[in-house]
């Protein structure tokens, strides 16, 4: 199960925090590493921190945009380490390894494979934007001391890896699926939903319900509704679905008024 559970770094200034950051994933029996945009890698530094998890850092995946990333997944969790403008469902290490071994293991059908799911961990500095983080389902929060709540992200991935391993270790916390029962379709991944978005903002902007001039909080509460409920691939067919009809009534509209 923890093959599937993949850690994204985004943006990394320091490469030695990468290094550090293998080290935690192979401690703990995690291999799935993708850098998005570090500021230096390869480098010396990363792989002296690594300290023999060198094997984690030649597989790791390295790509320009998180999209890239994170396409292929069908759970999302970003690492937070303060509250944002609009609130997003916050969950505790535990909580998250509960959830995401939970999800990694419900596959569907004969032989089906599990879900993929991406913990997702920002800049040294000023960790993940607001952007990055309207892309998950879900936010976790490590409930360190306040006044000092800042991790090393090294740390912060250590953290996460062991509530991962512990989880998979007793897996009686997790056997009770997400919803209460085991789901009967596959959960859609991150390059359908991002496409349903696009297709509603779209269709939001030729309705006039949406002002590209003045949008407000509008797609990122919209993106927080349909990504609480995390969607199956038939629910996102079905609410694309509607968009399309959506569009061609309104097509079918303009050629009437056209004609008169």
């Known amino acids: 199960m923890l093959d599937h559970i993949r850690i994204v770094l985004v943006n990394t200034t320091h490469p030695g925090n990468i290094g550090a950051v293998a080290r935690a994933m192979k401690n703990m029996g995690l291999s799935d590493l993708c850098l998005v945009s570090p500021k230096h890698y390869p480098d010396e530094a990363a792989t002296a921190r690594a300290s023999g998890a060198t094997d984690i850092l030649d597989t790791a995946q390295v790509v320009d945009e998180l999209h890239e990333a994170l396409q292929d997944c069908q759970l999302v969790v970003g690492a937070s380490a303060r509250g ?32 993929r799911v991406a913990i997702l961990f920002g800049r ?119 968009l399309k009809s959506v569009n061609r009534k309104m097509l079918s509209q303009s050629d009437d008024d056209a004609d008169r």
């Open 84 to 115: 944002r403008h609009i609130p997003w469902p916050v969950i505790n290490p535990r909580e998250l390894a509960a959830i995401a071994l939970s999800s990694t293991e419900k596959g569907v059908g004969d032989g089906a494979v599990g879900k």
């Open 124 to 242: 040294e500095d000023r960790g993940l934007t607001n952007e990055e983080l309207h892309a998950c389902h879900h936010h976790v929060h490590i409930p360190s001391v306040e006044g000092f709540s800042s991790l090393n992200v090294a740390a912060a991935v250590q953290v996460i890896c062991y509530e991962l391993r512990m989880a998979s270790l007793y897996r009686s916390e997790v056997d009770k699926p997400q919803w209460g029962t085991d789901w009967d379709i596959e959960l859609a991944d991150h390059a359908e939903l991002e496409r349903m978005f696009e297709h509603l903002e779209r269709t939001l902007i030729d309705i006039e319900f949406l002002d590209p001039d003045n949008p407000r909080q509008l797609m990122p509460r919209l993106r927080r509704l349909f990504l609480r409920a995390v969607p199956d691939k038939v629910e996102v067919n079905v609410l694309r679905g509607i």
